[in-house]
């Protein structure tokens, strides 16, 4: 739960569905660090303009929107390393569009949230394997996105189609990456921050708080009101679970979401405390993840913080020392000294001249 995602939102997971994509497909092929840069660029432009043009209604629907992008995102990705025409591209693109799938489900069922790593996997296999077979003169339907039962008529309402190619080749939708410094849900980032910010100015404890009131966009309130989340997947998508854990355990350290903070009785009761209300200013910004706080303590004292931007998102985004320092954090285990290596040819991966030299 700390893959990247697009501000505004697009319904795009661009790490977890791209860059194995292009991993794999560059070892595999010899490409060069620039070419495996060059396509993941490709990759990002295709998925999140089409996520985009979604206007974010795919999830209103109930589809897990980045299952849904994530294959054409990939197999642009693929088809460019793997150098297909303008032809196949397209019937990669067609293909891509029928293996797109993922459901909400989980979310009103209160369990099986494991499946949610799947559809971003599955869409970035789908990728590859669209790209593969568009490769070999397999075909699939040219107008997948704009036509009658295309993509964007079957999983959104309203669609734009505008911006599919608006400031196309000027404005690079790479520069719209949010990169989260907490694993939970992408929602729940600036509520974090906000109470982190809070308690440093103030010095309150968890035990001290007596209710917390976040308001923010509406998907916040249908999809992340989870006080009570039954695994760790749920725990990670819920907002009110997240938020209280970061005033009793590390919010940055993935390990701090765990079947023992499932079931921590004062992480439990703070959460029951945390509500969650729209506030209806978001509905004039598409895409919003800022938040309103408002924290009442036993004291009678109210703390109020309002993080319209937070902490990872393109206005204030991760310096490269934490992008540096948030790599290591997840790498422990392969050893300080693998990790670091790694880390510093991933820095300079464009010097690469093939990229199968980083397995090696």
């Not at 993922?102 to 790209?131: C, D, N, P, T, Y």
């Not at 400031?167 to 929602?187: D, Q, S, T």
């Not at 209710?211 to 039954?230: F, M, Q, R, S, W």
Request: charged share 20%; glycine share 10%.
């Amino acid at each position: 739960e700390l893959d990247n995602v697009r501000q505004p939102g697009a319904g795009v997971h661009a790490g977890a569905t791209l860059v194995p994509a292009g991993f794999a497909v560059a070892e595999e092929f010899g490409a060069s660090g620039m070419e495996l840069l060059t396509a993941l660029v490709a990759g990002c432009e295709v998925m999140f303009r089409i996520g985009h043009a979604c206007r974010e209604t795919s999830e209103k629907l109930g589809f897990h929107a980045p299952g849904l992008t994530g294959p054409l995102g990939a197999a642009a990705t693929a088809g460019r390393i793997m150098r297909l025409n303008a032809d196949q591209m397209a019937h990669a693109f067609g293909i891509a569009a029928s293996l797109a799938s993922g459901i909400l489900a989980f979310v009103k069922s209160g369990s099986g949230g494991m499946v949610k790593r799947l559809h971003l996997g599955r869409a970035s296999e789908g990728g590859v394997l669209a790209a593969s077979l568009a490769r070999e003169g397999f075909t699939g339907p040219q107008t997948v996105l704009e036509g009658q039962f295309g993509f964007l008529q079957v999983f959104s309402r309203e669609p734009d189609l505008a911006r599919l190619t608006r400031a196309l080749g000027e404005e690079y939708e790479v520069m719209n990456i949010c990169m989260k410094r907490f694993p939970c849900h992408i929602f729940a980032q600036a509520p974090i921050q906000a109470v982190q910010e809070l308690r440093a100015e103030h010095s309150f404890s968890g035990a001290e708080v007596t209710e917390i009131t976040i308001a923010g966009a509406e998907k916040l309130v249908t999809h992340h009101d989870i006080p009570e989340p039954n695994d760790v997947m749920m725990a990670q998508y819920s907002v009110p679970f997240s938020v209280a854990l970061s005033l009793y355990q590390d919010p940055k350290d993935p390990r701090s979401f765990s079947e023992a903070s499932l079931k921590d009785a004062e992480i439990l009761s703070l959460s029951r405390k945390v509500r969650l209300i729209l506030d209806t200013a978001s509905r004039q910004t598409e895409g919003y993840l800022g938040a309103q706080v408002t924290v009442r303590l036993s004291n009678g004292q109210e703390l109020f913080r309002e993080v319209k931007t937070f902490k990872g998102s393109p206005a204030h985004p991760l310096s490269r020392a934490e992008v540096g320092e948030k790599f290591l954090a997840l790498s422990g285990g392969m050893g300080a000294q693998v990790a670091e290596r790694i880390l510093r040819r991933v820095e300079n991966l464009a010097a690469e001249k093939n990229v199968a030299d980083l397995f090696a």
